[in-house]
T-cell receptor
Framework: SQQGEEDPQALSIQEGENATMNCSYKTSINNLQWYRQNSGRGLVHLILIRSNEREKHSGRLRVTLDTSKKSSSLLITASRAADTASYFCATDASNTGNQFYFGTGTSLTVIP | DAGVIQSPRHEVTEMGQEVTLRCKPISGHDYLFWYRQTMMRGLELLIYFNNNVPIDDSGMPEDRFSAKMPNASFSTLKIQPSEPRDSAVYFC????????????FGPGTRLLVL
């Protein structure tokens, strides 16, 4: 499977702490995106990092990409209860046309 | 824009019945995707369309599943006959041509087959 694998599967932290989740994938990619899914809702795009980038920031989000290890990490700083959600990475693989491959997701719980 | 619209939001049906899920993509988006999400299998791509034409349906689990896109603003996913193992949340997503391929998801249809 070309799916990404997120790690950990579940993460529980206190409000104000940082949350880090990781994604590993298998093939060469054009870019990698992170999505959030609140309970009972659809996925929402958070941030994109291209294959020639190593780090990207957006507000409290920081994404890193290591193409040599085929891995990415998403860091949420100063977490809030509203960050409670599942987080998915999605890879735009270089040789698969228009398809995305979503990972298995990390379920984040931020305790107020 | 209202975003991707899906209907119904919830569907409860009995095994053997026909189920039709509907999706209206964001206006101007050339690609439409149908996904299924379950706890066991995660998010699975079932089929996607480009300019109303099905491009890849390799994710459609069985012949009981079919999808159509008669025009740029409407798509259906049909299950006939439905089975309890089809119970899942079905998402529709769309995106414009070109660019980074960011997909915009609808709110999903939660299907329960009894």
């Amino acid at each position: 499977s070309q799916q990404g694998e997120e790690d950990p599967q579940a993460l529980s932290i206190q409000e104000g702490e940082n949350a880090t989740m990781n994604c590993s994938y298998k093939t060469s990619i054009n870019n990698l995106q992170w999505y959030r899914q609140n309970s009972g809702r659809g996925l929402v795009h958070l941030i994109l990092i291209r294959s020639n980038e190593r780090e990207k920031h957006s507000g409290r989000l920081r994404v890193t990409l290591d193409t040599s290890k085929k891995s990415s990490s998403l860091l949420i700083t100063a977490s809030r209860a509203a960050d409670t959600a599942s987080y998915f990475c999605a890879t735009d693989a270089s040789n698969t046309g228009n398809q995305f491959y979503f990972g298995t997701g990390t379920s984040l719980t931020v305790i107020p | 824009d209202a975003g991707v619209i899906q209907s119904p939001r919830h569907e409860v049906t009995e095994m053997g019945q026909e189920v039709t899920l509907r999706c209206k993509p964001i206006s101007g988006h050339d690609y439409l995707f149908w996904y299924r999400q379950t706890m066991m299998r995660g998010l699975e791509l079932l089929i996607y369309f480009n300019n109303n034409v099905p491009i890849d349906d390799s994710g459609m689990p069985e012949d009981r599943f079919s999808a159509k896109m008669p025009n740029a603003s409407f798509s259906t996913l049909k299950i006939q006959p439905s089975e309890p193992r089809d119970s899942a949340v079905y998402f529709c997503a769309s995106r414009p041509a070109g660019g980074p391929k960011t997909q915009y998801f609808g709110p999903g249809t939660r299907l329960l087959v009894l």
